[in-house]
């Protein structure tokens, strides 16, 4: 059982590039969402889905889209990297239902020169 | 929206030692997490505990939701106890985490 599968782990762009990482479950998951961590912060939210076709923006959405278009895959897609954009992002899932613990990717360090 | 302060920012032990974190959040809440960052980066699960007291191990977790706090028990701690500490709440919806800003934990041999 993979659980939550992010690609790549590190990546470095210059400012001005767009990409997009990779968020994969296969617990079957209707909850999913991104986060971004700074240094000596905890996390952020940056958007979530609570289905397929459903997203919504979370504390520090700008600068980045996302999509659900299966339950298993939920991408996050920078537009127009900046530097201050450089942080590690995480992807998380859970079932959805009061009492339900969420579960981390093992994250997506991203570099912006 | 609900603020999560964590006490202390920094801890520095020696192996054996034991050791209580403290997470405050400023609204009752009726879920709360723990998670450990290890220090390459990725964050484990460690209690599920809106209210009560629950044990795995040597880590135990209590919450007292109606005085909006949870404490985390380390007891005998190891080296590879070492990492960052973290509470969250669910807010607004049961897929969004509040985090607080981390517990950073370092076991000496």
């Known amino acids: 059982n993979a659980g939550v599968t992010q690609t790549p782990k590190f990546q470095v762009l210059k400012t001005g590039q767009s990409m997009t990482l990779q968020c994969a479950q296969d617990?079957?998951?209707?909850?999913m969402s991104w986060y971004r961590q700074d240094p000596g912060m905890g996390l952020r939210l940056i958007h979530y889905s609570v289905g397929a076709g459903i997203t919504d923006q979370g504390e520090v959405p700008n600068g980045y889209n996302v999509s659900r278009s299966t339950t298993e895959d939920f991408p996050l897609r920078l537009l127009s990297a900046a530097p201050s954009q450089t942080s590690v992002y995480f992807c998380?899932?859970?079932?959805?239902?009061?009492?339900?613990?969420?579960?981390f990717g093992d994250g997506t360090r991203l570099s912006i020169l | 929206g609900i603020q999560v302060e964590q006490s202390p920012p920094d801890l520095i032990l020696q192996e054996g030692a034991n050791s209580t974190l403290r997470c405050n959040f400023s609204d009752s809440v009726n879920n709360l997490q723990w998670f450990h960052q290890n220090p390459w980066g990725q964050l484990i699960n460690l209690f599920y505990?809106?209210?009560g007291t629950k044990q795995n191990g040597r880590l135990s977790a209590t919450t007292v939701a109606t005085e909006r706090y949870s404490l985390l028990y380390i007891s005998s701690s190891q080296t590879t106890d070492s990492g960052v500490y973290f509470c969250a709440t669910y807010s607004g919806g049961y897929n969004k985490l509040i985090f607080g800003a981390g517990t950073r934990l370092a076991v000496h041999p």
């Open positions: 505990i809106p209210s």
């Open positions: 998380a899932s859970n079932d959805g239902g009061s009492g339900q613990p969420q579960h």
């Open positions: 617990m079957n998951h209707e909850y």
